[in-house]
């Protein structure tokens, strides 16, 4: 397992933008893949964006399509997700999660997608949408 440190979530008004921000705490594995799912009250764990490092593919819900993006910084040790037009409903605790991945493997979204793909998991951050 890779220890996953996220950052920036908060209080913000509905329409706002929000950066997340997610590191592991030593040296980005090689060959690995980081993602967010977001959880609230009473609720499923919801996929929300992934990335895979080794190439840099990118994998985003439908339902976050257009409002969600995932990325990286060059030395790929942070990985971002950018929200835009924050909704109420996008109040959730959010999570990031890693998990090792074969260089030479396509995967779809629904592997990425489903929860039991990751061994590696931060604390949770809060964003929380004011209307």
């Known amino acids: 397992q890779v220890q996953l440190v996220e950052s920036g979530g908060g209080l913000v008004q509905a329409g706002d933008s929000l950066t997340l921000s997610c590191a592991p705490s030593?040296?980005?594995?090689?060959?690995?893949?980081m993602a967010w799912f977001r959880q609230a009250p009473g609720k499923e764990r919801d996929f929300v964006a992934a990335?895979?490092?080794?190439?840099?593919?990118?994998y985003v819900a439908d339902s976050m399509e257009g409002r969600a993006a995932i990325s990286t910084d060059n030395a790929k040790n942070t990985v971002y997700l950018q929200m835009a037009s924050l909704k109420p409903e996008d109040t959730a605790d959010y999570y990031c999660?890693?998990?090792?991945?074969?260089?030479?493997?396509?995967?779809?979204?629904?592997?990425?997608?489903?929860?039991?793909?990751?061994?590696?998991w931060g604390q949770g951050t809060q964003v929380t949408v004011s209307s």
């Open positions: 999660a890693g998990t090792f991945t074969h260089p030479r493997t396509y995967y779809s979204l629904s592997y990425f997608a489903e929860p039991i793909t990751y061994d590696s």
């Open positions: 990335i895979k490092l080794t190439d840099g593919r990118t």
């Open positions: 030593g040296r980005t594995p090689d060959n690995f893949a």
